[in-house]
């Protein structure tokens, strides 16, 4: 069984720039979440996806955009990227999003830096 | 507006010994609470859950606590272990939106041989 991959593992950007981030669910995995986690701080949830249609957004402005493919893998879009947007960026999937007991598991994160 | 509130952020414990780490919730409108454990440059693992219509729920070395009154929950592991040093999350999940997860800022937990 194949874990969540992301990919890039690092990143650097400038300010201003647009980055996109890829996400690999967890084999039968439909739903996929992102957060971000700066540094010092626990993950804040962003979006998520399930079977390709956004299922909640976090308090995050939307030039933080996402998609999920047929194959429930998934990208996240950030345009006009700023300094604080330098964080760890985490995928998780899970199989549904019908109920808290749907375990998310977490890909190894991206790390984005913006100078 | 933190939610969720880790207000130790490390705790160091003896090999062999009781490791408590705390957590504190202030929306009463959440219904489910996770622990999670990381380490360095891997993503969070999953590693015990609870939901709000049970004070306890248990694990092999790991247990939790909810103590909804004081909207409070512990996450005990005994006997602790060196293979047990990561960073520990507790996480609540609302309804509403896919079950997203808030997270504390985490507990950094070292067991010395």
């Known amino acids: 069984e194949t874990g969540v991959t992301q990919s890039p593992t690092h990143l650097i950007k400038t300010r201003g720039q647009q980055v996109t981030l890829r996400c690999s669910s967890q084999?039968?995995?439909?739903?996929v979440s992102w957060y971000q986690q700066a540094l010092g701080q626990g993950p804040q949830f962003i979006f998520q996806?399930?079977?390709?249609?956004?299922?909640g957004r976090g308090n995050f402005p939307p030039r933080f955009s996402g998609l999920q493919f047929p194959n429930y893998s998934s990208e996240l879009n950030v345009n006009a990227l700023e300094l604080d947007d330098s964080a760890l960026y985490l995928c998780?999937?899970?199989?549904?999003?019908?109920?808290?007991?749907?375990?998310?598991?977490f890909g190894p994160g991206t790390r984005l830096t913006v100078l | 507006d933190q939610q969720v509130k880790q207000n130790s952020p490390s705790l160091s414990v003896q090999e062999g010994r009781i490791s408590i780490l705390n957590c504190d919730y202030t929306?009463?409108?959440?219904?489910?609470f996770l622990w999670y454990k990381k380490y360095p440059a891997e993503g969070p693992t999953f590693l015990i859950s609870?939901?709000?219509?049970?004070d306890k729920n248990e694990d092999g070395r790991f247990t939790v606590f909810l103590n909804k009154s004081a909207k409070h929950l512990s996450l005990h592991i005994v006997p602790s272990q060196p293979g047990d040093s990561a960073v520990y999350f507790c996480?609540?999940?609302?309804?509403?939106?896919?079950?997203?997860?808030?997270f504390g800022k985490g507990t950094s937990l070292l067991v010395t041989p």
């Open positions: 929306n009463s409108m959440f219904d489910y």
């Open positions: 996480a609540a999940s609302v309804y509403g939106s896919g079950y997203a997860l808030n």
């Open positions: 609870i939901s709000s219509i049970k």
């Open positions: 998780a999937s899970s199989l549904s999003s019908s109920g808290p007991t749907d375990t998310q598991y």
């Open positions: 084999s039968g995995h439909n739903t």
């Open positions: 996806y399930y079977r390709e249609e956004e299922n």
